[in-house]
């Protein structure tokens, strides 16, 4: 298939347009070079090469263009035609999203003006290509019901007369809705407003998305990134883009302490990056799915972990303190998170589980090593707050 | 009070301003003039006055500046102060914003930047500042539950087990939550986007913000701009500015037929341009609510009509004919429309009904036939299409 990877050189866009490469695609990536060389840059730990290598290395090509302009967008889609476009061109940090009013606004006007000059580019000159979106689990919040997190919808009673006592509900009326968003950040909340934008799509343009809602993704390196140096994947540990479980295995590497922000009770949706691209991989294979004006959802996730005990984990392991900070975020202190997934059961292929892959924390520990002369330790704690 | 009306020299905006300057308000105008120049443009039927010369009769100032330029809205908040913004300044046609691909992302651009960059300015520059938003009732679309459409919020009983027969649920999760949208256009959408930053504004920083759905608005003059002719308010009777009962008027003066979309079996919520400056000086009277981290929200609507019953009646009073043609819009062919609403009760005001008040529409016809000169027969039809 003909596969567009936007936001292709970025943390999961690059080892999923790889992936998709390997698998025998002809993917060729559009990206704008913003965490290179823009607003949103940081520098990644690892050494990445830069596009012109990688594509020299994997033959798949990049066009440097920005999503949000609508005439580069309908140009590209009308010239390739694609069979499906994976849409990863996003602002996707949360703390840099809450960092100044500057960065709140780069991320509405990136994250919204770019999903609608895609999916309008889309419409207009490739109505049949299917788009596939990376979301996140964080447009739901914590779990606000008892029952796990369902995948985007959920069956509800409207309305009618609810006895807290014996929870039955007489009368309402009963609908198919979409989950109740409750995003947590600025960030969070564009992905909300994407998703918006994909309902009033495919109702009344019938197109075809998957809307993946993806959990925290951790490790850097998949089997396609270590075929060759070249081939590397970017590897961020700053406290705004690095992942909570990356940071701490570079906190751990360079000795610590491990930053727990607040109690650390807060509990969170992971999955590593190699199943990031067995995900997307999936949504793409099961892309001919059957049409009903509503965008697919799929929660992107393999598991969740309790945030304190994965530092107590790292602490035991290494023998590096925890060291528990004043919470930035407005976010509960303590919360379970239960989580319907049916995407590893759809791409059929085994998730990783951290707790069975402790290995795959020391390759992450390796990788810092390897580059610990690109270590910045002033950029390791957050900046944002959401209290300002 | 100090009151911004942004969007203030439009056909909402400015009997509003107009209405809170005469209650003893201390009122400026803030507006990129647009509609009279811009990507939006129109030409009113009505020969209004020029910023200067309504300035000049009103006393009111104009600040020409553009809401989605975030620098100009921080000064703007920062010079200023006001107790409260008055925020109409949106692309606010629905068959505009699906006219073409250039002006559906014009609408998005306008709408949903301009209100962060609104949201973001009173956050940092006026935090006590009452935002008043003006929304509409097609964010819910039409009644999809037994019930009538509530003031944005109702409780519901998320998951559980539901019996169809007797209409009892057992078991899930009661939760109080935003009504499920259901917009029908582009500009619908920008509405509900609107929405879901006002939820995160409020939720993260606690803003005062109330959120108005307003049903469509007929009439053209208020008590205040009648005063003077150079207070004289906009009249748009083309098919993507002109709302549908305005066009019947014009259309009834100039010979017919009234032109009716799908069956007219379409049931929509009215409010007469005197009750909306009403209504929206309720909100400014009512500013003093509790905050509690939501939004908000009134439905902004006096009554509800059938739209073959609204032509038939215009039909039978003036003699020209009804004429049925193929709907653009993708939308239901015949529905109910049972809706909330509170604000006359809030600005204790007597509702205009439409059929109480059959003398406004020779009025609204009178200032048709005083300015039949600018009449464009060509513009009347709507060029927009939702299924192109």
């Given at each position: 298939m003909k596969i567009l990877v936007l936001g292709g050189d970025g943390f999961c866009g690059w080892p999923t347009a790889l992936h998709l490469k390997n698998a025998g695609h002809d993917v060729t990536i559009v990206d704008n070079l913003d965490r290179r060389e823009g607003k949103s840059q940081t520098k990644s730990l690892t050494n990445i090469a830069s596009p012109a290598a990688r594509t020299r290395q994997s033959a798949i090509g990049y066009l440097i263009a920005d999503v949000t302009r609508k005439y580069e967008m309908n140009h590209i889609l009308d010239e390739h035609s694609p069979d499906v476009v994976v849409h990863f061109a996003e602002q996707r940090s949360a703390p840099w999203s809450m960092l100044s009013s500057s960065s709140m606004l780069h991320t509405v006007q990136n994250n919204v003006m770019g999903t609608i000059a895609v999916l309008d580019a889309i419409r207009i000159k490739s109505p049949n290509t299917h788009l596939i979106h990376l979301g996140t689990m964080g447009v739901y919040g914590y779990n606000t019901t008892d029952d796990p997190i369902p995948e985007g919808y959920v069956e509800s009673t409207i309305g009618g007369t609810h006895d807290p006592d014996t929870k039955i509900t007489k009368g309402g009326t009963r609908l198919n809705i979409v989950y109740p968003?409750?995003?947590?950040?600025?960030?969070?909340?564009?992905?909300?407003?994407?998703?918006?934008?994909?309902?009033?799509?495919?109702?009344?343009?019938?197109?075809?998305?998957?809307?993946?809602?993806?959990?925290?993704?951790?490790?850097?390196?998949?089997?396609?990134?270590?075929?060759?140096?070249?081939?590397?994947?970017?590897?961020?540990y700053d406290g705004e883009f690095g992942t909570v479980l990356n940071r701490f295995l570079v906190q751990a590497v360079t000795g610590g302490p491990l930053t727990v922000y607040g109690t650390g009770g807060q509990t969170r949706a992971f999955i590593h990056i190699q199943d990031t691209v067995h995900c997307v991989k999936a949504a793409v294979d099961s892309g001919d799915f059957e049409l009903n004006r509503r965008p697919r959802i799929f929660n992107q996730v393999t598991e969740t972990h309790n945030i304190k005990t994965l530092a107590e984990m790292i602490s035991n392991r290494t023998g590096v303190k925890v060291d528990y900070q004043d919470n930035p975020r407005r976010e509960k202190a303590e919360n379970d998170l239960n989580v319907s997934t049916t995407l590893a059961e759809v791409g059929n292929f085994t998730p990783i589980r951290l707790m069975d892959n402790l290995g795959l924390l020391s390759e992450v520990q390796d990788v810092v090593r390897a580059n610990i002369d690109n270590f910045d330790p002033m950029v390791v704690k957050s900046n944002a707050s959401w209290h300002k």
């Open positions: 968003p409750d995003p947590g950040s600025i960030y969070h909340m564009t992905k909300v407003m994407d998703h918006q934008m994909f309902q009033f799509y495919t109702k009344n343009w019938n197109l075809r998305i998957t809307d993946l809602h993806q959990g925290i993704v951790w490790g850097t390196q998949t089997e396609d990134t270590k075929e060759h140096p070249e081939l590397i994947n970017r590897f961020d």
